[in-house]
């Protein structure tokens, strides 16, 4: 399975529509952590999929999603109802309860990483408004197998961060 994960784009829908036509039919699935601040009739959201972000007021969209993504069980959110800018605990109970062995947010605009009992919770950063110590405009592609789940960073331009690459065992 591979996906791209891009979160709190702001308003910035040429850079979604640049990850759509470089990526359609290269991944899997593409998965937006919110703060878009696009409607959800637009047509980025025909490719993409979004959850409801703290700046996302169009009703219509959800609160957090969880998919079956070629036999990975994934939840994403935006994080602001999950208290991510102080502890991951709130989103690591929700991916237990969904059953999700990734679980991907954004909000806090700082791209991380982690494994924590045996689920992958990740933030792909900020695509527009980046912060904290890596103050990079970044997305996500997350590959993953029975036997590890591999996170590759990108800066705006499409290059891979390669100190920021984390590969995590299954086995």
């Not at 979160?7 to 040429?14: C, E, F, K, V, Y």
């Not at 979004?50 to 994080?79: A, C, Q, T």
Request: proline share 4%; hydrophobic share 40%.
């Amino acid at each position: 399975m591979k996906v791209l994960v891009v979160s709190d784009s702001h308003g910035d829908r040429d850079i979604l529509v640049e990850l759509i036509n470089r990526y359609k039919g290269k991944v899997d699935a593409m998965i937006h952590c919110g703060d878009s601040e696009l409607a959800t009739t637009d047509s980025v959201w025909e490719e993409m999929m979004s959850v409801k972000g703290n700046m996302d007021f169009d009703e219509p969209y959800l609160p957090s999603r969880v998919e079956e993504i070629d036999g990975e069980r994934i939840l994403w959110v935006h994080g602001h109802l999950h208290d991510v800018k102080n502890s991951m605990q709130t989103l690591l109970t929700a991916a237990k309860e969904a059953q999700a062995k990734l679980a991907f947010f954004g909000h806090t605009h700082e791209l991380g990483v982690e494994m924590v009992d045996g689920i992958v919770l990740l933030n792909p950063g900020s695509i527009l408004l980046p912060r904290g110590a890596y103050p990079l405009k970044t997305y996500a592609i997350v590959e993953a197998s029975k036997e590890a789940v591999k996170v590759t960073y990108y800066d705006r331009k499409n290059h891979p961060i390669g100190e920021l690459e984390q590969t995590f065992s299954r086995i």
